[in-house]
């Protein structure tokens, strides 16, 4: 990963952000929003905006999902990211799963923050919403384009449905607060831990949330309400990506997700999704991690296993 510095590209290679031997994410700081309504510059129209994902990244994953979800792909074109993060960063160069850049011809993501603001200081990170009318980022905030796409474009021509209703909001924030602080981050303050005490008070927080949320799925089919929601959504980018890649390379390997009867049902009931099951790259996925975490894996090697089989019957009918 790297910075803008002075409005210069400055190489650096790290995607972790360490304070006192732990993880700490800087805010994103394009929070722009699009709306149907109102006063915005950001109108929601058709075919105006451009997302910028990585198959590999969990944040960027969200958007995907929910891209799908509410029929969006015609009316928001993609570009993907190579799966390899080096020291410029996200590229696009040419591999398998990977889509080029065909708007502004960007080799490099930083190229479009440096486009949408020349004296950009963030670190450069996915998903990213930009604007083809004022040739600017909206949004690099991950939680935020998930609320954008599940209403903004319904007068559009989106799919019908609501993953954010007002009778759940409040559990829905608080099952998402504890989520994210404690397992959809809480693995990677534990995977860049540098110092024995931040690693064991994270790991132990992302078990002791395994078992908070396997307790809570023995006894219903989805974290809120009876309806997927995108409370769902956001556990379900770590919960695919926990065997394959946490579990051993962020050391979580007190237990595998396949030992949570519940949680492990559950993910395979949301990977046969059919809105949500092309959107999970594991070659993208493993091969990130993997290989641009030099400094957790300095040899680059990708393990052959775990062999997960997502598609076995989830037997969820039995559960709930």
């Known amino acids: 990963m790297g910075e803008l510095v002075g409005g210069q590209w400055q190489k650096s290679g790290m995607e ?30 058709p075919a105006r905006y451009h997302l910028y994902v990585s198959l590999a990244c969990p944040w960027a994953h969200r958007t995907l999902i929910m891209r799908n979800l509410k029929g969006l792909t015609g009316l928001i074109d993609v570009s993907v990211a190579h799966w390899l993060m080096g020291e410029d960063g996200w590229t696009f160069d040419p591999a398998p799963g990977v889509v080029p850049d065909a708007l502004n011809g960007a080799k490099f993501l930083h190229e479009i923050y440096a486009l949408s603001d020349p004296s950009c200081t963030s670190r450069v990170t996915v998903p990213v919403l930009w604007d083809k009318v004022y040739r600017r980022i909206v949004s690099n905030e991950s939680s935020d384009i998930l609320r954008m796409f599940n209403v903004a474009f319904d007068d559009c021509g989106a799919t019908v449905g609501d993953y954010y209703p007002a009778e759940h909001r409040d559990e829905i924030d608080a099952v998402n607060d504890r989520v994210y602080a404690t397992l959809n981050n809480g693995v990677y303050r534990a995977g860049f831990a540098t110092m024995q005490a931040a690693y064991e008070m994270a790991v132990g927080e992302v078990f002791a949330t395994l078992d908070w949320l396997e307790q809570r ?20 980018t770590t919960l695919v990506r926990f065997d394959p890649v946490y579990h ?27 809105a949500i099951r092309p959107t999970v790259d594991f070659q993208h996925i493993k091969h990130h991690y993997y290989a641009s975490h030099t400094w957790l894996n300095p040899s680059g090697i990708v393990p052959t296993g775990p062999d997960c089989d997502f598609d076995f019957p989830s037997g969820r009918e039995a559960l709930v």
Request: proline content about 5%.
């Open 248 to 274: 051993g390379h962020f050391k979580c390997n007190k237990r595998a997700l396949v030992d949570y009867p519940a949680l492990w049902a559950y993910t395979r009931d949301l990977f046969s999704h059919p």
């Open 16 to 45: 972790r952000v360490l304070s006192d031997s732990e993880l700490r994410r800087p805010p994103s700081v394009f929070r722009n929003w699009i709306a149907a309504e109102g006063d915005t510059l950001f109108k929601a129209e």
């Open 217 to 236: 799925l023995r006894r219903q089919r989805y974290l809120v309400g009876q309806m997927l929601t995108e409370a769902d959504i956001r556990l379900f």
